[in-house]
């Protein structure tokens, strides 16, 4: 089955560039969504189709993806991005759904 | 504005069944993919299953194949999650969310989550 690899923590200072990264086999061939949760909430779509923003979320949030690596990266960094962030992609050729292990952001 | 609120969690015995809903509201409930996702305690996102707008098309996480099966009543806004020998690592919240794209639900991110629902398979 397809794995999504991602680093279990990142931490960041306040007004700085935080950048989470989604490792797979050919990513860059997928669709990548980012998904935000906050303790006790559900999650919140923070970038869909590698790089586009939903409405309403901040374009201090973007995203990229090429090769084996997708990346969400947060600019000018506020501590309401303290979250734990998660990569998804369908992946064809199980017809499943699969989300990243998911990255703890702290900031500072 | 979109709303998605499920119920039916609970605790239930290993072996035994469960039964949960999501209520649909402030979308063409009939024109998007939905799908549920669990998370178990302290731990990740878990995608369970999903069904196409119309209910045609069906796909599950293998953990749950053969016991879970997902359903919908567009004529009543709401999808159903069927869950059949519980185990004790099915004990997660249950979110049910909505395909961003209508009649899409294969690529599609999910735009909207549920407040999830909290099931606890214990003897």
């Known amino acids: 089955s397809y794995v999504l690899t991602q680093p279990p923590s990142v931490s960041v200072a306040p007004g700085k560039t935080a950048r989470i990264t989604c490792g797979g086999n050919?990513?860059?061939?997928?669709?990548v969504h980012w998904n935000q949760q906050k303790p006790g909430q559900a999650p919140v779509l923070v970038v869909c189709?590698?790089?586009d923003r939903p409405s309403g979320i901040p374009e201090r949030f973007s995203g990229s993806n090429s090769g084996n690596t997708a990346t969400l990266t947060i600019s000018r960094v506020e501590a309401g991005d303290e979250a734990d962030y998660y990569c998804q992609v369908w992946d064809s050729s199980s017809d499943h759904h699969v989300f990243g292990t998911g990255t703890k952001v702290t900031v500072l | 504005q979109v709303q998605l609120v499920e119920s039916g969690g609970g605790v239930v015995q290993p072996g035994r069944s469960l039964r949960l809903s999501c209520a649909a509201s402030g979308f063409t409930f009939s024109s998007y993919g939905m799908h549920w996702v669990r998370q178990a305690p302290g731990k990740g996102l878990d995608w369970v299953t999903v069904i196409s707008y119309d209910g045609t098309n069906k796909y599950y996480a293998d953990s749950v194949k053969g016991r879970f099966t997902i359903s919908r009543d567009n004529s009543k806004n709401t999808l159903y999650l069927q869950m059949n020998s519980l185990r004790a690592e099915d004990t997660a919240v249950y979110y049910c969310?909505?395909?961003?794209?209508?009649?899409?639900?294969?690529?599609?991110?999910?735009?909207?989550w549920g407040q999830g629902t909290l099931v606890t398979v214990s003897s």
């Open positions: 050919n990513i860059g061939s997928k669709s």
């Open positions: 969310a909505k395909a961003l794209y209508s009649y899409g639900y294969q690529e599609s991110a999910f735009d909207y």
């Open positions: 189709d590698d790089s």
